[in-house]
């Protein structure tokens, strides 16, 4: 996740339509333990913006403040996502990688006190726990070429889906850690969890996003909407596409 520029500042979130209600599977939220991103409140029940997540995992200052139950260390987040095979997971927070490494790229996460990861290399061992169903990755790149798939197999993606996770979302491009983004993602969460076919959801979401944005850049309503830079970087990799169904 990146600080947002200038250049974002007259946008805002937009909600697309008919979103489905918060029936389905139930939500585990692990809030990225830097204190740069803040507090993050609108990610977890804020207003009613947020996931109203079955549990939520943070770093001490989401603990200190009772945003989140429980501290984000490497171990308690593999054990919750190798205990909940049914579950969306959705972390919100850095994703670093070291340059050409692509066994290093970690989520941000705390031993209590101080800064811990749960990277690919954890992940991509023989011994397979398990995982949820559907896992929601955040963070800068974190599906990008040098870290899933496309150019380079044993990165977080592909562990998550190693240790039995079903679907993995994220994002090829670099993340604005704004309003917009924390939006976005609330808004995809709520649709990922109830949905029956992952990839058509995220797909449905991208187009009404392009839709709305199309009709504004068009001077319909005079607002700017959500642009492309927000929405057309996420990507699904799943075990089965689903397309045969």
């Known amino acids: 996740l990146a600080p947002p520029s200038a250049l974002m500042a007259t946008e805002r979130p ?22 740069d991103l803040g507090a993050l409140e609108p990610m977890v029940g804020a ?4 996931l109203a997540p079955t549990s939520v995992f943070g770093g001490p200052q989401h ?4 945003l989140a139950a429980i501290v984000a260390t490497p171990d308690a987040v593999l054990s919750a996502l190798t205990a909940n095979p049914h579950a969306l997971v959705v972390y919100y927070g ?15 996460l705390t031993d209590g006190r101080l800064r811990a990861e749960l990277s690919a290399a954890d992940l991509l061992v023989s011994d397979r726990r398990g995982g949820p169903e559907l896992m929601l990755l955040a963070g800068c790149s974190s599906l990008s ?12 993606g592909t ?22 983004t924390m ?13 029956d076919r992952p990839h058509h959801a995220l797909h449905e979401m991208q187009l009404d996003a392009y ?10 309503s005079g607002q700017i909407g959500v642009r492309p830079y927000h929405w057309a970087g996420w990507v699904i990799t799943s075990v089965r596409t689903g397309l045969d169904r």
């Open 159 to 180: 562990g998550l889906l190693w240790q039995g996770t079903q679907h993995v979302v994220g994002s090829t491009w670099d993340l604005l850690h704004d309003e917009v």
């Open 211 to 220: 839709r709305c944005w199309s009709r504004e850049s068009e001077g319909d």
């Open 94 to 108: 850095h994703i670093d990688q070291l340059e050409g490494q692509p066994l290093s790229a970690a989520m941000s």
């Open 183 to 195: 939006s976005w993602v609330v808004d995809l969460a709520e649709r990922l969890r109830s949905a």
């Open 145 to 156: 070429a040098t870290s899933s798939g496309t150019g380079e197999w044993w990165g977080l």
């Open 47 to 50: 207003e009613g913006l947020g």
């Open 63 to 66: 603990v200190q403040s009772g």
């Open 14 to 35: 937009v909600r697309p339509s008919g979103l489905p209600g918060l029936a389905g599977r139930p939500v585990l939220a692990v809030l990225g333990a830097d204190p």
